[in-house]
């Protein structure tokens, strides 16, 4: 088990531009989920995979935003045009058996800037 | 209305002492599952407790266990004997409903910051 891992760490971009992040779960998990962190509050949830199904998305996932997971695997999460208000810690988790009390693990995170 | 509210933004407590960090919850479902996670200054999100709505005794994992008094719908989490390590982020969080996308669906309080004083 090596964990949730989130690539970039950090990123800082200027207003307009488009972002992607990257999502590597735990291997035998199916379930594959993007939160959005921002300072002093809790996550948020945005989306849910199953497999490489998006079986639910957060009315907090605008147009601008979209998330692939292709092959069940590892999973996507694009802003495209970012806005200030997109500065946030964008956090994935995983879960694996399908019961009411299997824990989501969470990545590190990685740390927006939209300057 | 607040799904999750924890009331105490920052909480001190002296090593080797416990602590109670306080979570009410509101949800008009029957089947409900309420989470306890540790958020230190690193980022990480990190699991604590479980506890399901029709679960008779309070969850227990080591050093932490859950007060659970469903009626008055709150879901106090303790944690024995403190520790310096123990300095972080708490986050209450609650899944409602049962099945399908629930089980991964939180709803996440706004937290705790716990400080232990040697």
């Known amino acids: 088990d090596t964990g949730v891992s989130q690539d970039p760490r950090h990123k800082i971009t200027k207003r307009g531009q488009n972002v992607t992040f990257r999502c590597d779960p735990i291997?035998?998990?199916?379930?594959l989920y993007w939160y959005r962190q921002t300072l002093g509050q809790g996550p948020e949830f945005l989306t849910y995979f199953q497999n490489e199904a998006q079986l639910e998305k957060s009315r907090l996932l605008s147009d601008r935003f979209s998330a692939e997971r292709p092959k069940g695997s590892f999973s996507t999460l694009e802003i495209q045009r970012t806005e200030q208000g997109d500065s946030a810690m964008y956090l994935c988790?995983?879960?694996?058996?399908?019961?009411?009390?299997?824990?989501?693990?969470f990545g590190n995170g990685t740390r927006l800037t939209v300057t | 209305a607040q799904k999750i509210t924890q009331t105490q933004p920052g909480m001190f407590v002296q090593e080797k002492e416990a602590v109670t960090l306080d979570c009410t919850y509101d949800t008009s479902d029957q089947s409900y599952g309420l989470f306890w996670y540790k958020q230190p200054s690193s980022g990480e999100m990190i699991f604590l407790i479980y506890?399901?709505?029709?679960?008779?005794q309070n969850a227990t994992e080591g050093r932490y266990s859950l007060n659970f008094q469903k009626a008055r719908k709150s879901a106090n989490l303790v944690i024995s004997a403190s520790q310096l390590g123990d300095s972080a982020m708490y986050f209450c969080?609650?899944?409602?409903?049962?099945?399908?996308?629930?089980?991964?669906?939180?709803?996440f309080g706004q937290g705790t910051i716990l400080t232990v004083h040697p």
């Open positions: 506890q399901g709505s029709y679960d008779e």
């Open positions: 969080a609650m899944r409602e409903g049962a099945g399908g996308t629930s089980y991964g669906k939180l709803t």
């Open positions: 291997s035998e998990h199916n379930r």
């Open positions: 988790a995983s879960s694996s058996a399908d019961r009411e009390g299997s824990p989501l693990h």
